[in-house]
């Protein structure tokens, strides 16, 4: 089955630590999104890639990291300088030419 | 800077009835506005779509309504069911060539059976 693929579903992480959330593709999608949903706020664009080994920063990207190796994986870094990461973090993809994105089952991050 | 306001944030209706979302966009220059549904715990997926050089488009009970003059859209669902509820986001997208999408607040929907 095609379709855009997070793991974990679930995450914890302690204060000063960094983790890095999967998402992972075999839509032969060329472009990559990750989103930051928290409640009453939309989702908010942390990072996007168009092409392999390029990415651009979105609008809250202080505090994440990302790489775009290979096409179909797009990972995101929170680091430790994420002073507030606790969030439902969601990840799409879409074609250059397509206009539909679509989106993954998300990666509930919390910091305990 | 670009710019989704959603209302409301909360819509609660009769099984049955009718149910409407509103959204304006700042970018003049955004040409396609998705609508996304949300279930709880899940990611969101695409229900309707509309581009810029149409007004309307209807898919079943499911339609969608676009004023680029005033750069509002509406999302509008008839014949509710309790299945419809849901977090529904309406988007547009931004005005760079890079699929960026703007999303709105979102509204929690709940159909009373």
């Known amino acids: 089955d095609g379709g855009i693929t997070q793991s974990p579903k679930y995450l914890f992480r302690k204060e000063g630590q960094n983790v890095t959330l999967s998402c992972e593709q075999n839509l032969n999608h060329d472009a990559m999104y990750w989103y930051r949903q928290d409640p009453g706020q939309g989702l908010r664009l942390i990072y996007y890639s168009q092409i392999v080994n390029d990415f651009q920063k979105g609008d809250i990207a202080e505090g994440y990291s990302v790489s775009r190796e290979k096409k179909e994986s797009f990972p995101l870094t929170v680091t430790s300088a994420q002073k507030n990461p606790t969030a439902f973090y969601l990840c799409?993809?879409?074609?250059?030419?397509?206009?539909?994105?679509?989106f993954g089952q998300g990666t509930r991050l919390t910091v305990v | 800077g670009e710019n989704v306001e959603q209302h409301p944030s909360t819509l609660s209706v009769q099984e049955g009835d009718s149910a409407v979302i509103k959204c304006t966009y700042s970018?003049?220059?955004?040409?396609?506005f998705p609508w996304y549904k949300q279930e709880l715990g899940k990611g969101p997926q695409l229900i309707i779509d509309i581009r810029s050089n149409v007004g309307e488009k209807k898919d079943q009970r499911i339609a969608v309504t676009l004023n680029k003059t005033a750069k509002h859209f509406s999302l509008h669902i008839t014949e509710t069911q309790p299945e419809d509820s849901a977090v529904y986001f309406c988007?547009?997208?931004?005005?760079?060539?890079?699929?960026?999408?703007?999303f709105g607040q979102g509204t929690t929907l709940q159909v009373k059976p």
């Open positions: 799409a993809s879409k074609g250059l030419e397509d206009t539909e994105a679509f």
């Open positions: 988007a547009a997208s931004g005005s760079s060539n890079t699929g960026k999408l703007i």
């Open positions: 970018d003049s220059a955004s040409n396609y």
